[in-house]
C-alpha cells in the first residue's frame, strides 16, 4: 500500500515545535501572566478572533527589544523533543520546510534557524520600537520599547491560510502541523493538517482535525510527511534513532486518526513497508 508523501512541511511555532507561547512567556517576565494567559488561550479555543486581542496583549505589556528577542532563548529552552533532528531528515530526504506563526516574527525566525530552517521560509508578526524610548543614539537600541505591530492576515484567527496560499507556491502537496484554532483554520490552503497536541490539547482543534498528533516529540509527523517506507529505510542510517522513536510513538498510540479511511491508509502503508523491511 502506497501512502502520498507531502514535499512541504508547515510547522507553527508555539505549542508546537517548542512547548511555550512566546507572548505568555513576556507576561511571566512582566509578572502579567494571568491576564496575558486567559486572552491567549480564549483565541487558540476559538472563543474570540486573534485580531481583537493581538494588539491588546502587547499594549499590556509594552516589552523592550531586548525582551522580545530573548524569547528565542525561551524557545530554544523549551524545544519540541526530536525538532531539530525532524527539519534535518525532512531535509535530507529533499523535502522543504516553513514556518507560518502568530509569533513576533524576530524571535520565531532566529529559533526557526536554529531549528536548521530557511529564514526566508519563515512567517510572523513583524514590530516596530519607539526609537525615542531607549537608547536612541543607537542603530538597534535594545531598550526601546514596543511602539506597534505589523497589521496583516497572520493577526487575524482565519488569516494562515491566505499566507500560506500566497508564498508556499512550490513543492507539491503541503502538510501542516498546529495546536490551535488559527492552524485549523488554514486546513483548506493544505492538503493534510495535523492537530499537535502534545503539549496542550484544544477540543475544538483535535476534535475537528483529521489526523492528531499525541505525544510531545514532533518525529511522528515524517512517518505522515515522508511515508511509513522511508521512515523504515532510515532504520540502520545516521538518523535509525529518530526513525525507531517515530515508530515506537506510533505504536504507543501517538496517532489518532479521526478519518477512518485515512487510517486505514496509514496504517496498510505502514504494515507493508514492516513487512518488507
Same mark, same amino acid.
Given at each position: ?6 514535499? *512541504? &512541511? ?9 512547548? &511555550? ?5 513576556? %507576561? #511571566? ?23 481583537? *486581542? ?17 524569547? /528565542?532563548?525561551?524557545? /530554544? ?6 525538532? /531539530?533532528?525532524? &527539519? ?36 510572523? *508578526? ?25 497589521? #496583516? ?27 490551535? *484554532? ?6 483548506? %490552503? ?13 477540543? %475544538? &482543534? ?7 498528533i499525541r505525544s510531545k516529540s514532533v518525529a511522528p509527523i515524517l512517518a505522515l510527511s515522508l511515508g511509513p517506507a522511508a521512515v523504515v529505510e532510515l532504520i540502520g542510517s545516521s538518523f535509525g534513532a529518530v526513525a525507531l522513536r517515530c515508530f515506537e510513538l506510533i505504536d504507543d498510540g501517538a496517532l489518532v486518526f479521526n478519518d477512518a479511511e485515512l487510517g486505514a491508509s496509514f496504517n496498510a502503508a505502514l504494515e507493508h513497508a514492516r513487512q518488507g523491511r
Amino acid at each position: 500500500m502506497r501512502w502520498l508523501t507531502y514535499p *512541504v &512541511v508547515i510547522f507553527d511555532c508555539d505549542s508546537t515545535l517548542t512547548s &511555550v507561547e512566546g507572548i505568555d512567556v513576556l %507576561a #511571566g517576565e512582566l509578572n502579567m501572566e494571568s491576564e496575558v494567559a486567559r486572552l491567549t488561550n480564549a483565541v487558540m479555543d476559538g472563543q474570540v478572533d486573534l485580531g481583537d *486581542v493581538y494588539g491588546e496583549r502587547l499594549r499590556m505589556l509594552n516589552p523592550t527589544r531586548r525582551q522580545v528577542l530573548a524569547l /528565542k532563548d525561551a524557545y /530554544k529552552a523549551n524545544v519540541a523533543p526530536d525538532a /531539530k533532528t525532524v &527539519v534535518e531528515v525532512i531535509h535530507d530526504a529533499g523535502h522543504e520546510t516553513w514556518v507560518v506563526s502568530g509569533g513576533l516574527l524576530e524571535p520565531v525566525q532566529e529559533f526557526a534557524i536554529w531549528l536548521g530552517m530557511a529564514g526566508e521560509h519563515v512567517r510572523a *508578526v513583524d514590530t516596530t520600537f519607539d526609537p525615542l524610548a531607549g537608547s536612541w543614539w543607537s542603530d538597534t537600541p535594545l531598550d526601546a520599547r514596543y511602539l506597534d505591530y505589523s497589521r #496583516g492576515n497572520l493577526t487575524a484567527s482565519r488569516g494562515k491560510a491566505d499566507v500560506i496560499t500566497s508564498v508556499v507556491r512550490t513543492g507539491g502537496r503541503r502538510i501542516m502541523i498546529g495546536d490551535g *484554532v488559527s492552524d485549523l483554520l488554514a486546513a483548506d %490552503a493544505v492538503d493534510l493538517f495535523v492537530a499537535f497536541a502534545g503539549f496542550v490539547s484544544r477540543p %475544538a &482543534v483535535v476534535e475537528s482535525a483529521r489526523v492528531v498528533i499525541r505525544s510531545k516529540s514532533v518525529a511522528p509527523i515524517l512517518a505522515l510527511s515522508l511515508g511509513p517506507a522511508a521512515v523504515v529505510e532510515l532504520i540502520g542510517s545516521s538518523f535509525g534513532a529518530v526513525a525507531l522513536r517515530c515508530f515506537e510513538l506510533i505504536d504507543d498510540g501517538a496517532l489518532v486518526f479521526n478519518d477512518a479511511e485515512l487510517g486505514a491508509s496509514f496504517n496498510a502503508a505502514l504494515e507493508h513497508a514492516r513487512q518488507g523491511r
